[in-house]
């Protein structure tokens, strides 16, 4: 058995990092194991122009702790309205992508998208320079079951806009079924997948396991062991589409044990240790580097990282909470022992 694995210093392609007094808890979790990140723009309000892009780089900046290397990689919020031009000023700023949340897909989409043929000036303009569009792949079309939403969306919206801007980069975010995975394969070599820890460890039972498990709770939702297993089929295939995007989601625990739980897992403390289980599981960790330290950058244009971490099989246990400003946060698996730490 593998007693310890080292790794070209990963880098996490979907964090929600929030913002104020949450980054100084989240921050150095996601700065300790991973040199960059690509961070959701979903804040309130949304970012959406190149200049808020640059204050909250700035203020994720200021909570890395001293003596960490850490590069925030920002994103602006797609709204019916995001003017063409503000992606050629995002795209000098430095600003790598844009997000697409169909307006009331999840955790503070209302002002996303409500329909992408309003887009289709800004998506030129993207498709033009070069800068991937990154997708939460979900119908918000109430008629359809919350569980069919992902793949519903990939036959009405996203095949559509793979068709009519063939050569834009797209990402579809945090996967959750065979038929996104499948979709992925297919497209053809601008079009990714990020695959979250918690999709490739839980299937949908999780979530109900001896009683209703709010933590375990995220959008898209889990859903049925056939399609976890296509999601660890396509991560251990060592196909370069697919990579690393915990979707990090951070919640105080009030909100989530709550009447109406916020969706999100926390998983930014021990991702790449989850990430490791995930692998070994399907005797796979020799496709564990690629996929998270090589496949991201790759597709993104980004040179890889030089540096290296370390990986120790060895059983610990996480703690249950942590202290989140007046409240706290529960970690997925918090109180659970892990396989593998990180050194
Ligand atoms: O579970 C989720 N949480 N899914 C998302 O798409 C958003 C995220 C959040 O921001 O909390
Ligand atoms: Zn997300």
Redesign the pocket.
């Known amino acids: 058995m593998t007693a310890h694995i080292t790794l070209t210093r990963p880098d996490d392609w979907h964090v929600?990092l929030r913002d104020g007094e949450a980054l100084h808890t989240v921050v150095p979790h996601t700065s300790a194991q991973f040199a960059r990140a690509i961070v959701?723009p979903?804040l309130k309000p949304p970012v959406t122009t190149a200049a808020q892009a640059l204050a909250y780089k700035q203020r994720i900046l200021d909570a890395v702790p001293e003596g960490q290397q850490f590069e925030p990689l920002m994103t602006l919020y797609l709204t019916d309205q995001l003017p063409a031009d503000e992606i050629l000023r995002a795209h000098e700023a430095g600003v790598v992508a844009v997000k697409l949340?169909p307006a009331g897909?999840?955790?503070?989409?209302s002002a996303g998208v409500t329909d992408i043929r309003h887009t289709h000036a800004t998506l030129e303009a993207m498709q033009r320079v070069g800068m991937p569009l990154l997708v939460?792949g979900e119908v918000t079309d109430p008629e359809v079951d919350v569980f069919d939403r992902e793949a519903v969306f990939i036959e009405r919206h996203l095949m559509p806009l793979r068709r009519d801007f063939p050569e834009l980069k797209i990402v579809l975010e945090?996967i959750t079924t065979r038929e996104a995975a499948q979709f992925v394969v297919q497209a053809g070599k601008h079009t990714a997948a990020t695959l979250t820890a918690h999709h490739l460890l839980y299937n949908r039972n999780a979530l109900f396991m001896g009683g209703l498990r709010p933590h375990y709770?995220?959008?898209?939702v889990l859903k049925r062991e056939v399609h976890r297993q296509a999601l660890l089929q396509a991560a251990a295939s060592g196909s370069d589409r697919f990579f690393l995007g915990t979707?990090s989601?951070?919640?105080a625990a009030p909100l989530k044990e709550h009447a109406s739980g916020?969706?999100?897992?926390y998983t930014a403390l021990t991702a790449i240790e989850l990430y490791a289980e995930a692998f070994d599981s399907v005797g796979a960790l020799d496709k564990l580097e690629a996929f998270a330290s090589f496949h991201g950058p790759d597709f993104y244009g980004l040179p890889r990282n030089t540096t290296q971490i370390t990986l120790h099989r060895q059983s610990w246990t996480l703690p249950e909470q942590l202290p989140y400003g007046e409240t706290s946060l529960k970690p997925l698996r918090g109180g659970e022992s892990l396989a593998w730490r990180m050194a």
Do not use: Q, V
């Open positions: 929600h959701m979903n949340y897909a999840t955790t503070n989409s939460h945090h709770y995220c959008l898209p979707d989601a951070p919640h916020c969706a999100g897992c």
